[in-house]
């Protein structure tokens, strides 16, 4: 087996032989914010059933990343970008390391990298591959480090391929496929900047190759804040792209482009591609359709792959989850929404919560919605509205979680909570 396509089993298969110790991107082992964890806690409050919680310089919204007993968090401290591990154990910092220098643009015109206010430059999540940690900035910046914080190699993206040009602020993602670091940069290209897919050697930093994502849109249409997201079938894998209307994918090993899908006609894309199956499901942005389109085949499959869609209450932010046949939503004015996976209809929708920016996390039976305002609302997953129960660590809640064994990893504005009973 060679290099690249063990690396790829190793990524597939981290999710079953290190279910307890690994949550090691956005999203988690397999991307889409299903755990195989059936054990978390239902119950929490500020002072029951919280195993530790840790103050964290300064606040971001990225996720936290797991592997044994290193946690990996990014922050911005003023205009410095930090990256930290924690100690899984104890949440106390075992390192802390300044990653670069920014400050993000509030005010001005839109077009040319203004961040809303509701994130800043430590929006990019870390990944982590049990040896080494990489993160990414607002900034352009994108690092490695090892375990031990010594830094293996660092550099700036803007430096090549020109500035973040996106309206409301760069908070992309970078995957790990194989050997290979992935990162993807979608925006509009009157502020100057491109919208392109690169590809590093994950261990030394230099570029394998990078593609120009041409799609059409301009203007604020053609922003994304999305996180690429792989799928494996029929012996190849499929490195998924959404943004800028369009749904693509690209061979992982050379940029090559296998696939495009483009029913959607919206503005910018917050929530992210779910993966199901042989199904992605992707909410046309600015609270447009929620789009089930197959995944796979070749060039333009807009009028064969589409399966439907939905036109409800959909998020502007958090990414669909999927489970058992059913597609669950999380609106930013706190409407839940339950979907039939497989004809898109209604089964039903609630109002559970005043808003929802994180997304939502699929943990065996359970269904856990994160608030904006720090309230959890935990459900069944089945076709009928069941509530579990409700937590509330009172602390405003932007980030979305991780797992970590039988606890949950939930990250406020000003701490890291790891929760567990």
């Given at each position: 087996m060679g290099s690249f396509a063990l690396g790829l089993f190793l990524w597939a298969s981290?999710?079953?032989?290190?279910a307890v110790d690994v949550w090691p991107q956005w999203r988690g082992p397999t991307g889409d914010s299903v755990t195989s964890s059936a054990a978390l806690p239902v119950r929490w409050s500020p002072t029951e059933n919280v195993v530790w919680k840790a103050p964290l310089p300064g606040w971001g919204t990225s996720t936290p990343a797991v592997w044994g007993d290193a946690v990996f968090v990014t922050t911005q401290d003023g205009d410095t970008l930090l990256v930290l591990r924690l100690d899984a154990r104890t949440g106390k910092i075992v390192w802390q390391r300044e990653a670069a220098q920014g400050t993000p643009r509030r005010k001005g015109p839109l077009g040319n990298g203004r961040f809303h206010d509701e994130h800043n430059m430590a929006s990019p999540s870390p990944t982590t591959d049990g040896l080494h940690v990489w993160v990414h900035f607002g900034t352009g910046d994108l690092a490695c480090y090892d375990f031990d914080g010594a830094k293996k190699w660092s550099q700036n993206l803007t430096a090549k391929f020109g500035p973040y040009s996106i309206w409301w602020g760069h908070a992309?993602?970078?995957?790990?496929v194989g050997d290979l670091l992935v990162s993807a940069c979608m925006q509009d290209p009157k502020g100057g900047g491109k919208s392109y897919v690169v590809a590093h050697d994950k261990l030394t930093g230099k570029e394998v190759w990078a593609v120009e994502r041409t799609t059409g849109a301009t203007e604020e249409p053609a922003d994304a804040y999305t996180t690429p997201i792989l799928h494996r079938h029929d012996g190849r894998t499929d490195l998924i792209v959404f943004g800028g209307n369009v749904l693509d994918a690209y061979e992982p090993a050379t940029g090559k482009r296998l696939w495009s899908c483009s029913p959607f006609t919206g503005n910018r894309v917050i929530s992210g591609p779910t993966l199901a199956g042989d199904t992605v499901y992707a909410v046309q942005g600015m609270k447009g359709p929620l789009f089930a389109v197959k995944a796979g085949g070749a060039a333009d499959t807009t009028?064969?792959?589409v399966l439907w869609k939905y036109a409800g209450p959909t998020p502007d932010a958090a990414s669909p989850v999927a489970v058992q046949g059913l597609v669950y939503l999380a609106n930013n004015n706190g409407?839940?929404?339950c979907i039939d996976a497989k004809t898109g209809a209604?089964?039903?929708k609630e109002r559970l919560a005043d808003a929802f920016r994180a997304t939502p996390l699929v943990a065996g039976n359970h269904i856990y919605f994160f608030?904006?305002?720090?309230?959890?609302?935990i459900i069944e997953a089945v076709r009928e509205l069941k509530v579990v129960s409700r937590a509330d660590l009172g602390e405003d809640v932007m980030a979305s979680p991780a797992v970590i064994g039988p606890h949950l990893l939930l990250r406020t504005k000003e701490h890291l909570y790891r929760i567990g009973q």
């Amino acid at each position: 087996m060679g290099s690249f396509a063990l690396g790829l089993f190793l990524w597939a298969s981290c999710g079953q032989t290190a279910a307890v110790d690994v949550w090691p991107q956005w999203r988690g082992p397999t991307g889409d914010s299903v755990t195989s964890s059936a054990a978390l806690p239902v119950r929490w409050s500020p002072t029951e059933n919280v195993v530790w919680k840790a103050p964290l310089p300064g606040w971001g919204t990225s996720t936290p990343a797991v592997w044994g007993d290193a946690v990996f968090v990014t922050t911005q401290d003023g205009d410095t970008l930090l990256v930290l591990r924690l100690d899984a154990r104890t949440g106390k910092i075992v390192w802390q390391r300044e990653a670069a220098q920014g400050t993000p643009r509030r005010k001005g015109p839109l077009g040319n990298g203004r961040f809303h206010d509701e994130h800043n430059m430590a929006s990019p999540s870390p990944t982590t591959d049990g040896l080494h940690v990489w993160v990414h900035f607002g900034t352009g910046d994108l690092a490695c480090y090892d375990f031990d914080g010594a830094k293996k190699w660092s550099q700036n993206l803007t430096a090549k391929f020109g500035p973040y040009s996106i309206w409301w602020g760069h908070a992309n993602s970078p995957v790990l496929v194989g050997d290979l670091l992935v990162s993807a940069c979608m925006q509009d290209p009157k502020g100057g900047g491109k919208s392109y897919v690169v590809a590093h050697d994950k261990l030394t930093g230099k570029e394998v190759w990078a593609v120009e994502r041409t799609t059409g849109a301009t203007e604020e249409p053609a922003d994304a804040y999305t996180t690429p997201i792989l799928h494996r079938h029929d012996g190849r894998t499929d490195l998924i792209v959404f943004g800028g209307n369009v749904l693509d994918a690209y061979e992982p090993a050379t940029g090559k482009r296998l696939w495009s899908c483009s029913p959607f006609t919206g503005n910018r894309v917050i929530s992210g591609p779910t993966l199901a199956g042989d199904t992605v499901y992707a909410v046309q942005g600015m609270k447009g359709p929620l789009f089930a389109v197959k995944a796979g085949g070749a060039a333009d499959t807009t009028k064969t792959h589409v399966l439907w869609k939905y036109a409800g209450p959909t998020p502007d932010a958090a990414s669909p989850v999927a489970v058992q046949g059913l597609v669950y939503l999380a609106n930013n004015n706190g409407i839940a929404v339950c979907i039939d996976a497989k004809t898109g209809a209604e089964v039903w929708k609630e109002r559970l919560a005043d808003a929802f920016r994180a997304t939502p996390l699929v943990a065996g039976n359970h269904i856990y919605f994160f608030a904006k305002d720090g309230k959890t609302i935990i459900i069944e997953a089945v076709r009928e509205l069941k509530v579990v129960s409700r937590a509330d660590l009172g602390e405003d809640v932007m980030a979305s979680p991780a797992v970590i064994g039988p606890h949950l990893l939930l990250r406020t504005k000003e701490h890291l909570y790891r929760i567990g009973q």
